[in-house]
């Protein structure tokens, strides 16, 4: 029995024994560095390859990738207009699914990793340095397309993801997490060893922001996640009620609390003007993201503030935020 080969092996054996036309997949990277706007490119036809495997016999490989905006699935810099280029690989077997059904597609194939990897080397050159492979965790009980993905700049500056990337909206399923391809760079790999495969996401410079939609309902989620969080640190409604959190179109948010004292209850109310709260983060701290907006404002009933211009109507002191100071 021979030894199963590395993904390097299996790398120089596609390109010394099969005759590839790489030139579309290079013409489309190229694009995708350079283009100002990555969206006109996603409605063409996507380069592929396809051609026999190398470590199975019978086997049918299909390489196909895509470019996008990966502003949605973390956190980026938003000065670099960083895409993401998916690369996916599907095997299925050669022989003829059944006579009589000749244009039947042969039944999907579990390609080994070390080739999975080794395509992904082939198409992305050393792109595949930076390239992570998305695991998903209904591979384990069925064949399904294999998915890598790379981050790149407008500048041609590889990247690698942040730390809250949500890698399950790019694999599918309930689960998914990365794992990161081996780089031939020495000095990447040290720089791995010591700092890790991912970028923190709180150390990400001008983190973008998404549209002032999204962006509304992202922050009344980290709102109330947060609120939830403390209130189950200082045990739920010894200290605090919360009555009301409310989105009122994509513009507002309305928080009604109570807070029980020794002295008498006090009824607080905050009037979150979105926009507002928005344009301020970006001025003071550079900051776009809703989650970094939210949690400041809902951490505020718990470390007894003294609010400087409140307006009390009908018993409740009202607090606003985001319009000018």
């Given at each position: ?10 790398a ?11 030139d579309?997949?290079r ?16 409605p063409g036809?996507?380069?592929r ?14 390489v196909a ?11 980026f810099?938003?000065?670099?207009a960083t ?9 299925r077997s050669?022989?003829?699914p ?19 990897i080794?395509?992904v080397?082939?198409?992305l ?25 790379v981050f ?12 809250d ?16 391809l ?7 790999r040290a720089?791995?060893?010591?700092h890790?495969?991912?970028i923190?996401?709180?150390?990400v ?18 709102l ?13 409604g010894r200290?605090?009620t ?10 507002t948010?309305i ?7 020794i ?7 905050f009037d979150i ?16 993201r809703?989650?970094t ?7 505020l ?8 211009t409140?307006?009390?109507?009908d018993?409740v002191t009202?607090?606003r ?5």
């Amino acid at each position: 029995m021979s030894a199963r080969k590395t993904p390097t092996e299996l790398a120089d054996t596609i390109r010394q024994n099969l005759d590839l036309d790489l030139d579309p997949i290079r013409e489309f990277l190229s694009a995708a560095v350079s283009a100002i706007d990555i969206d006109p490119l996603r409605p063409g036809p996507r380069p592929r390859l396809v051609a026999p495997s190398v470590a199975l016999d019978d086997v049918t490989v299909t390489v196909a990738l895509t470019a996008s905006d990966p502003s949605y699935l973390g956190t980026f810099d938003r000065t670099t207009a960083t895409r993401m280029v998916q690369v996916s690989i599907q095997a299925r077997s050669a022989t003829a699914p059944g006579t009589g059904y000749p244009q039947r597609r042969g039944p999907a194939v579990r390609l080994p990793v070390e080739e999975q990897i080794a395509w992904v080397t082939v198409v992305l050159g050393d792109w595949s340095d930076y390239a992570y492979r998305v695991v998903n965790e209904e591979g384990r009980y069925r064949i399904r397309p294999e998915f890598f993905v790379v981050f790149i700049d407008r500048g041609g500056t590889l990247r690698l993801a942040p730390s809250d990337l949500q890698w399950v909206l790019i694999s599918g399923g309930r689960c998914a997490y990365p794992e990161k391809l081996i780089p031939d760079d020495p000095e990447l790999r040290a720089y791995l060893r010591r700092h890790g495969d991912l970028i923190p996401a709180d150390l990400v410079p001008h983190p973008q922001g998404t549209s002032p939609q999204v962006w509304a309902h992202q922050f009344v989620s980290h709102l109330t996640a947060t609120l939830a969080d403390e209130l189950g640190r200082i045990g739920n409604g010894r200290w605090f009620t919360f009555d009301e959190i409310s989105l009122h179109g994509h513009s507002t948010v309305i928080v009604r609390y109570t807070w029980h004292l020794i002295d008498g209850d006090k009824a607080y109310g905050f009037d979150i003007d979105l926009a507002g709260v928005r344009a301020q983060r970006l001025r003071m701290f550079d900051d776009l993201r809703a989650r970094t907006a939210a949690t400041r404002i809902a951490a505020l009933p718990f470390d007894q503030p003294v609010f400087r211009t409140p307006e009390m109507i009908d018993g409740v002191t009202w607090v606003r935020f985001g319009t000018p100071e």
